[in-house]
């Protein structure tokens, strides 16, 4: 994403959970904007926080309050630099970031509080709000 490039914010409040890698996946997973990701090591889902059950569960951890930004592509597979483009100026800027990339583009989370914040770094180098 070079400068000059539209981003957008997604109206809510997301979570980024991790479960134990061999847990089946729950079934509040999968409903609205969902990422899921497997590995030998975990069960990493982004999702809505309203999605979160009311009983979580002593292995289920939970980090609360992001909220998540899309770069509006699509960006071929090959593209250089898309989320260096993103990443560098929220570093600049001392905001944390985790980042999902699609076949078609990426999403970007920010903790809510520096939101206003993230917005500012990312327009300030060049990329637009829509």
Same mark, same amino acid.
């Given at each position: ?5 539209? #981003?957008?914010?997604?109206? /809510? ?7 134990? $890698? ?6 509040? $997973?999968?409903? $609205? ?31 609360? /309050? ?14 250089? /630099? ?10 600049? $800027?001392?905001?944390?970031? #985790?980042?999902?990339?699609? #076949? ?27």
């Amino acid at each position: 994403m070079q400068p000059g490039q539209k #981003f957008s914010v997604i109206p /809510g409040a997301f979570a980024i959970c991790r479960l134990p $890698a061999k847990t089946p996946l729950p079934a509040w $997973a999968g409903k $609205a904007f969902t990422s899921i990701t497997r590995t030998a090591d975990e069960l990493s889902i982004v999702c809505e926080e309203p999605r979160l059950p009311q009983d979580l569960g002593v292995e289920l951890r939970i980090e609360r /309050g992001w909220a998540l930004l899309k770069l509006h592509g699509p960006f071929p597979l090959d593209a250089i /630099g898309v989320l260096a483009s993103v990443a560098k100026p929220l570093a600049e $800027a001392e905001i944390s970031l #985790f980042a999902i990339s699609t #076949f078609d583009t990426d999403y970007i989370l920010v903790k809510k509080v520096q939101l206003n914040q993230a917005i500012s770094a990312l327009t300030r180098a060049g990329h637009t709000l829509v």
